[in-house]
């Protein structure tokens, strides 16, 4: 009998394995633990068996069950995961939207217009570097010379975001809180730019949104000048925007800088000529720049009397409305396929 059961757990397992459906194995189990099944006929011959011969050709019977079926339930769940992955590819449905011949979407102008200025700076020498969306007080206004109460803090329209100590967590108004984060972060010589999303109570016209998108500069270096900025800043418009376009430095005031300037770039729908999108002006505000206040160095513990340098932001939305020449920023929520579809 031991040498008839060990064949017959072979054949049995190899027509278990060779299974190709769950119906296959169905009947490849009918076939080896059925009633008619060799299996089943060994069983019956145990009745007439010597006592002692009886027990132990029924433990050998019950062990090469006992392996069948162990068989039996790995190729079942092999088959299972099999025939749901071919039940889901069947059912399976295609939610793309199609738009006339467009089937597939792609990066958003801001998206591209963001890639495309850390192209132009980090080609210049600059490093990328990025913070958190939401600040806490210090960093977002007094460690940029803005102590409490200051009335430069009227400039940014805040949003405070309730957690904490009453208006000590703001949802950031600029990207400057990054250079802070830097300098704290790393010595002199720094050359970085810290692009992402900003948010002011601002309404939203034409050239101004409430939640937007800057790129701001930051170079602390020994011996830097204003001619250093301007000469960036220039740099910067020709690169970017192309030749025909220029800057110019208007003097500002911002409590991190002195001096400060804004600065401006022809405006590319009128080419200078004065247009609604330009407050008929010939020029678009593009950001702000200066001098790193020493104020601000002290902050962070660089000495203002070895190291200087500069800094400048502006609005990459701006950026993308002067070289695309799109009339209203407005429309870059708007969700447009017209819109969208053309870059």
């Given at each position: 009998?031991?040498?008839?059961?060990?064949?017959?757990?072979?054949?049995?397992?190899?027509?278990?394995?060779?299974?190709?459906?769950?119906?296959?194995?169905?009947?490849?189990?009918?076939?080896?633990?059925?009633?008619?099944?060799?299996?089943?006929?060994?069983?019956?011959?145990?009745?007439?068996?010597?006592?002692?011969?009886?027990?132990?050709?029924?433990?050998?019977?019950?062990?090469?069950?006992?392996?069948?079926?162990?068989?039996?339930?790995?190729?079942?769940?092999?088959?299972?995961?099999?025939?749901?992955?071919?039940?889901?590819?069947?059912?399976?449905?295609?939610?793309?939207?199609?738009?006339?011949?467009?089937?597939?979407?792609?990066?958003?102008?801001?998206?591209?217009?963001?890639?495309?200025?850390?192209?132009?700076?980090?080609?210049?020498?600059?490093?990328?570097?990025?913070?958190?969306?939401?600040?806490?007080?210090?960093?977002?206004?007094?460690?940029?010379?803005?102590?409490?109460?200051?009335?430069?803090?009227?400039?940014?329209?805040?949003?405070?975001?309730?957690?904490?100590?009453?208006?000590?967590?703001?949802?950031?108004?600029?990207?400057?809180?990054?250079?802070?984060?830097?300098?704290?972060?790393?010595?002199?010589?720094?050359?970085?730019?810290?692009?992402?999303?900003?948010?002011?109570?601002?309404?939203?016209?034409?050239?101004?949104?409430?939640?937007?998108?800057?790129?701001?500069?930051?170079?602390?270096?020994?011996?830097?000048?204003?001619?250093?900025?301007?000469?960036?800043?220039?740099?910067?418009?020709?690169?970017?925007?192309?030749?025909?376009?220029?800057?110019?430095?208007?003097?500002?005031?911002?409590?991190?800088?002195?001096?400060?300037?804004?600065?401006?770039?022809?405006?590319?729908?009128?080419?200078?000529?004065?247009?609604?999108?330009?407050?008929?002006?010939?020029?678009?505000?593009?950001?702000?720049?200066?001098?790193?206040?020493?104020?601000v160095l002290r902050a962070v513990g660089?000495?203002?009397?070895?190291?200087?340098?500069?800094?400048?932001?502006?609005?990459?939305?701006?950026?993308?409305?002067?070289?695309?020449?799109?009339?209203?920023?407005?429309?870059?929520?708007?969700n447009d396929i017209r819109l969208l579809?053309?870059?």
């Amino acid at each position: 009998m031991t040498d008839e059961l060990a064949s017959t757990v072979t054949d049995a397992i190899e027509a278990i394995r060779s299974a190709s459906s769950l119906e296959a194995l169905r009947q490849a189990e009918t076939a080896a633990l059925g009633k008619r099944s060799p299996l089943a006929a060994l069983s019956r011959q145990l009745g007439s068996m010597p006592a002692e011969q009886r027990k132990d050709s029924g433990a050998r019977l019950q062990e090469a069950r006992s392996r069948v079926s162990a068989e039996l339930d790995r190729r079942r769940a092999e088959l299972e995961i099999a025939e749901r992955s071919r039940r889901h590819e069947a059912e399976r449905m295609d939610l793309t939207e199609v738009i006339g011949e467009s089937s597939r979407g792609h990066v958003h102008l801001l998206s591209q217009t963001r890639d495309e200025l850390e192209d132009v700076f980090v080609g210049m020498g600059y490093r990328v570097a990025e913070g958190p969306e939401v600040e806490t007080d210090w960093y977002n206004f007094e460690a940029l010379n803005m102590p409490p109460a200051h009335p430069a803090r009227g400039m940014w329209d805040t949003l405070y975001v309730r957690w904490g100590e009453p208006e000590s967590t703001v949802m950031r108004t600029h990207t400057s809180p990054v250079q802070i984060r830097v300098m704290e972060a790393q010595s002199p010589p720094i050359y970085i730019v810290a692009p992402g999303r900003v948010y002011r109570r601002d309404t939203p016209d034409a050239r101004h949104l409430a939640t937007f998108h800057q790129i701001e500069g930051l170079v602390i270096d020994r011996g830097i000048t204003f001619g250093d900025l301007a000469g960036t800043i220039e740099t910067f418009t020709g690169s970017y925007f192309g030749p025909g376009i220029h800057s110019r430095l208007r003097p500002s005031y911002f409590p991190f800088t002195e001096p400060s300037a804004e600065f401006e770039v022809t405006c590319a729908i009128c080419k200078g000529d004065g247009c609604r999108t330009c407050s008929d002006t010939g020029w678009v505000e593009l950001g702000g720049c200066g001098m790193v206040h020493p104020n601000v160095l002290r902050a962070v513990g660089i000495d203002p009397e070895q190291w200087s340098g500069f800094a400048f932001g502006f609005g990459i939305d701006r950026c993308a409305q002067v070289r695309h020449e799109i009339a209203d920023m407005r429309v870059f929520l708007d969700n447009d396929i017209r819109l969208l579809s053309q870059f």
